[in-house]
């Protein structure tokens, strides 16, 4: 059975930096994209960044230069760090992985809160 696992929101002011990290069990996935997404209150969720095996990784365009994507394939595990938080990157935030090399993803964590504090 694949889990996905989050961990690492909490409160943080403005400027701040967080490093959320999802473990990733039942299967590996070294070969999967993973990635993490995120839904504020009242809103949609939406894409913020992925990682592809090789090392390519994807950005929406509100978080580049702020926010990096990495992953360790030994430890199945992927990681968001944040940096220069604003308090429009509050929201739940939910790790994914998707099998195929197009597509919807197949698994999704239970989601961690970051909360930030202007």
């Known amino acids: 059975q694949v889990q996905l696992v989050e961990s690492g929101g909490g409160l943080v002011q403005a400027g701040g930096s967080l490093r959320l990290s999802c473990a990733a069990s039942g299967r590996t996935f070294s070969s999967s994209a993973m990635g993490w997404f995120r839904q504020a209150p009242g809103k949609e969720r939406e894409f913020v960044a992925a990682?592809?095996?090789?090392?390519?990784?994807y950005y929406t365009d509100s978080v580049k230069g702020r926010f990096t994507i990495s992953r360790d394939n030994a430890k199945n595990m992927v990681y968001l760090q944040m940096n220069n938080l604003k308090p429009e990157d509050t929201a739940v935030y939910y790790c994914?992985?998707?099998?195929?090399?197009?597509?919807?993803?197949?698994?999704w964590g239970q989601g961690t809160q970051v909360t930030v504090s202007s």
């Open positions: 994914a992985v998707r099998v195929g090399v197009f597509g919807e993803y197949d698994y």
């Open positions: 990682t592809r095996s090789g090392g390519i990784t």
